[in-house]
């Protein structure tokens, strides 16, 4: 799965999410993160979310738009909600990761597997890539 | 620090020791490409929603990531891929499923959003609209990577190993709550 949430220099969030799913998948299931909600979730007034991973645990708890609901009724960060919201889904016994971005350029990329291939640009154009914790 | 474009390739089991230094650098060079690619767009005051959907092209296109080119294997054989796109402006968004030739599904994805008046489609519909909307298609075989055919092949055996050998793990399989880590790429 790959996935992009961006800001532009109008203050619109955007998100999008593309994959292959799992290999060995049978019965047209669809999953994984492009469920909107799910996967993929984008609000001006919030973040815009990107998510990856056993897409069955992010479709029940509509991990994209929780992280949205979380920021906007409980005023909670950018990386406190991802977290909370990451730990849901530890604690259902699924794994993977997201990147998340605020409407101010705050971001989270949390993930709980042994590496989450990420990276991000700031303003002023200094690149991070990582792969590990 | 103010963030303007974040990306992610996938999470998973990434075993350190099985990544050679070449491969680390393939992966940091294409991550690095797409970060370039949409900050550029950013940077000339283009919109988020154009600067993730070319961002997306770059991941797309690469045979690293389990997405379009590289994509994993179904049981039967096929690369079906699944895309979405929203725009945090309008909430208008959109998303295509189980689709097998459409070259970036992402652009596809954003298509249904910006040229039909629902937010999902799937299979082979969604291929009709996207040809009709003039979306690029290509032959399934362009999504072919060796090591995604032999890692369904090696999915394949291990299900033939495990059938009737336990029945708890042949019913959680069925209700898709086996967790093989085969699914991130």
Known sequence: TVGCVALDQQGNLAAGTSTGGMTNKKFGRIGDSPVIGAGTYANNESVAVSCTGWGEFYIRHVVAHDIAALMSYKQLSVEEAAAAVMAKVANAGGDGGLIALDKAGNMAMPFNTEGMYRGAVDRHGNIEVKIYK | ?185
């Open chain 2, 1 to 185: 620090k103010q963030y303007t474009l974040v990306i992610h390739g996938g999470a998973g089991t990434i075993v350190k020791t099985a990544m050679t230094s070449a491969k680390e650098a393939a992966y940091e060079e294409v991550l690095t490409k797409a970060l370039q690619t949409g900050y550029h767009i950013l940077q000339e005051g283009g919109a988020a929603l154009d600067a993730v959907e070319a961002t997306i092209h770059v991941l797309e296109d690469s045979p690293l990531f389990n997405a379009a080119k590289g994509a994993v294997f179904t049981n039967n054989g096929r690369n079906e891929l699944d895309a979405s796109i929203m725009d945090g402006r309008t909430l208008n968004a959109g998303a295509v499923a189980g689709v097998t030739n459409i070259r970036n599904p992402i652009t596809a994805a954003r298509a249904v959003m910006e040229k039909s008046e629902h937010v999902m489609l799937s299979g082979k519909g969604a291929e009709n609209f996207a040809q009709q909307v003039g979306v690029t298609l290509v032959d399934p075989s362009y999504f072919y990577t060796q090591d995604r055919w032999d890692a369904l092949q090696r999915a394949l055996k291990k299900d033939s190993t495990a059938a009737g050998e336990n029945v708890d793990n042949r019913q959680a399989a069925k209700a898709g709550t086996v967790n093989r880590d085969d699914k991130f790429g």
